[in-house]
């Protein structure tokens, strides 16, 4: 610890009561956990496929051995209901054995063989054998809206260490005791699988000077931030003017736009506007996923899409938001669209009953309005969303159009509606990391084929997903082998390797 301490508390998220204290770590302290991760990065950047599978399973139950503990602090320092987070807890747990039988397939270590050829005209080719090898220590900042799922324990830490990759986090001061609990959890699973302590460090303390600092920590080799577009482009800043720049994949910003397609309005725009409310207040609205812009074309099935929309958020009650400066930039938002001259307020929910509850609010507007002020299509983060009425198709293709990266973009159709959706489709690959048809974008599945990243300002970089399989593609880079004998090879990569390992040999399935 630094000479002067400093202290900050867990707040009851509903009461803003403090609770316990938390020593604050400091500068020297992130230096401190960089070092310790970097000294242990070349014993467990080689351990062996089924070891490190084994430790992350390991995490799990130590997560799971936890108990309610761990799910009644959450609560209280979230204000989410127990459910959610047991569900969260069973997320967190599933990505952690997902990322273990990753690891024992080998796949991710894209093993690629092209023996040498000394009698090719006009020049022999050399011996050339490929694999990809864990960056280093990686930093991780844990979100907000996510104290077991996106946190200590969350996609980015599994990721980074089923690719061989220390992890430094910075837990959210939101939720300092959750985040205590799972990192003792994790530091107890280093110790039984008889790993360096600097495989995993855990860093707590309010502000942006312990993150700045452990991103600009030259034994620093990537970062996964989850959180605000402003948050995640200063941290981009700050890894873009290191000595040695390194990749941030951070996921910022995005509005989830769905697209009521005509038929669909139609036959059942009642139905659909109670399903949308049911995603848009879900968690007070602190999603990711949430849908934050709602697109159709004028006509009768949009009518009773509003009128259903609007008595279900004039029933819906106000909920606990994570954090007092989440509730205040929320209110922000939501004034600044109902003060807007070119927006209309469709419905607000019910009225707060404790001094951190959202308040549900649905406007609507016109997309020539729309158009013309990209405010519009900032996120609110929380239970907000905004209609925008379009004439006809070619209106409603220049809104998709002009739109920002989206992690989502969701498509409402019937059967008559394909053709119409056929030719939106183009627009959307180009927008949105994940398209989904008749159904709602809150809730991200944990699978091979999910990709939960997107464009600009969705994320930034969009050839990545932080949920899935394919995350740990974020903390590996290629190295090529060049007429290595055997003896010098990595294990991996030698004629006698492992026969379970998928190869690719000469361009062919092994």
């Not at 790993?195 to 460090?201: D, E, I, R, S, Y």
């Not at 005509?262 to 659909?272: D, F, I, Y």
Request: net charge negative; charged share 20%; with cysteine.
């Amino acid at each position: 610890m630094n000479a002067q301490i400093a202290q900050f508390h867990s707040i009851d998220a509903r009461t803003g009561e403090a609770s316990q204290a938390f020593d604050a770590h400091g500068i020297d302290d992130v230096a401190a956990a960089c070092a310790a991760a970097d000294a242990a990065f070349e014993a467990y950047r080689h351990t062996g496929r089924e070891e490190r599978a084994a430790f992350l399973e390991r995490i799990g139950a130590e997560i799971v051995a936890i108990g309610d503990t761990l799910i009644e602090t959450a609560m209280r320092e979230s204000g989410l209901p127990r459910a959610r987070l047991e569900g969260e807890r069973g997320r967190t747990v599933g990505q952690l054995k997902m990322f273990a039988d990753v690891v024992r397939r080998g796949e991710w270590l894209g093993v690629r063989i092209d023996p040498a050829l000394p009698d090719r005209q006009p020049l022999p080719r050399p011996d050339l054998r490929l694999r990809m090898i864990p960056l280093g220590p990686v930093a991780v900042f844990g979100a907000s809206n996510f104290p077991l799922a996106f946190s200590t324990a969350g996609g980015d830490t599994a990721a980074a260490l089923a690719a061989g990759c220390p992890v430094v986090v910075k837990g959210h001061p939101a939720h300092p005791a959750t985040g205590a609990l799972v990192a003792d959890a994790i530091r107890r699973a280093v110790e039984a699988s008889g790993l360096p302590a600097g495989v995993f460090q855990h860093l707590v303390g309010p502000g942006n000077e312990l993150g700045s600092a452990l991103v600009q920590d030259p034994r620093i080799a990537a970062v996964g931030f989850t959180g605000s577009r402003a948050g995640g482009l200063a941290l981009l800043r700050l890894a873009q003017n290191r000595p040695v720049p390194i990749p941030v994949y951070a996921e910022m910003s995005s509005v989830n736009p769905v697209v009521l397609l005509p038929h669909a309005l139609a036959s059942r725009g009642a139905a659909l506007g109670s399903a949308f409310v049911a995603s848009l207040t879900m968690g007070a609205g602190q999603f990711c996923t949430n849908p934050g812009l709602v697109l159709a074309i004028e006509g009768d099935g949009l009518d009773a899409f509003v009128a259903a929309a609007a008595g279900a958020v004039q029933e819906s009650a106000a909920s606990t938001m994570l954090t007092p400066a989440i509730h205040a930039a929320y209110d922000k938002g939501v004034a600044a669209l109902a003060q807007h001259d070119r927006v209309e307020t469709v419905a607000r929910g019910c009225a707060a009953t404790a001094p951190h509850d959202g308040t549900a609010a649905f406007f609507a507007t016109t997309a020539d309005a729309y158009l013309a002020d990209a405010a519009l299509g900032h996120e609110v983060f929380g239970a907000a969303s905004v209609l925008v009425r379009c004439r006809d198709e070619a209106e409603l293709g220049r809104l998709l159009a002009a739109a920002e990266g989206q992690l989502t973009a969701t498509l409402q159709m019937d059967a008559e509606d394909e053709p119409l959706a056929a030719r939106l489709l183009p627009i959307l690959e180009r927008k949105a990391g994940r398209i989904l048809a008749n159904g709602w974008p809150t809730g991200v599945e944990v699978t091979h084929a999910m990709v939960h990243g997107g464009p600009y300002p969705a994320t930034s970089d969009s050839r990545t997903t932080s949920v899935g399989s394919l995350a740990i593609d974020r903390f590996l880079r290629p190295v090529s082998y060049q007429n290595l004998s055997q003896s010098v090879l990595p294990a991996d990569l030698r004629d006698t390797g492992a026969a379970d390992l998928p190869r690719l040999i000469d361009g062919k399935r092994a």
